[in-house]
C-alpha cells in the first residue's frame, strides 16, 4: 500500500477503487501500520495534473460551465532576482490564473 501512495501517486479514494474498499479503510490502514501520508498541498498538485479538480461556473445568463483546475510549475529562480521594482508588480492581483 505504500508503493501504490509513494511510488505511483495514488489518492486515498485511487486506492480504495483500485482494492474495492472504503477510503476510510484505507485511511485507518495508514494509520495502523504506520505509512507516511503526503501533505495536503503536495496531493492537491498531483490530482490537478492529473486533471481531477474541477469546478462549476455559472454565468448570469444562466449557462453553467465546468471548469477543470490545470496544475503549473513555478520557475523559481524568476524569484530569486529580487529589484526594488517588484512590490509595485507583485501587488497586481490574479483572477482565474491571469495577471490584471
Given at each position: 500500500?505504500?508503493?501504490?501512495?509513494?511510488e505511483q501517486k495514488l489518492s486515498l479514494q485511487d486506492t480504495a477503487d483500485r482494492y474495492s474498499c472504503t477510503r476510510d479503510l484505507v485511511y485507518d490502514l495508514m494509520k495502523d501500520y504506520a505509512i507516511p501520508r503526503r501533505s495536503h498541498s503536495k496531493a492537491r498538485r498531483i490530482v490537478q495534473r492529473a486533471?481531477?479538480?474541477?469546478y462549476a461556473v455559472r454565468w448570469s445568463s444562466g449557462k453553467t460551465r465546468r471548469i477543470k483546475q490545470a496544475g503549473t510549475d513555478v520557475n523559481l529562480s524568476f524569484l530569486r532576482e529580487w529589484s526594488p521594482e517588484w512590490p509595485m508588480c507583485s501587488g497586481s492581483s490574479t483572477r482565474a490564473?491571469?495577471?490584471?
Open positions: 500500500m505504500e508503493m501504490l501512495d509513494i486533471g481531477k479538480v474541477e490564473g491571469a495577471f490584471v
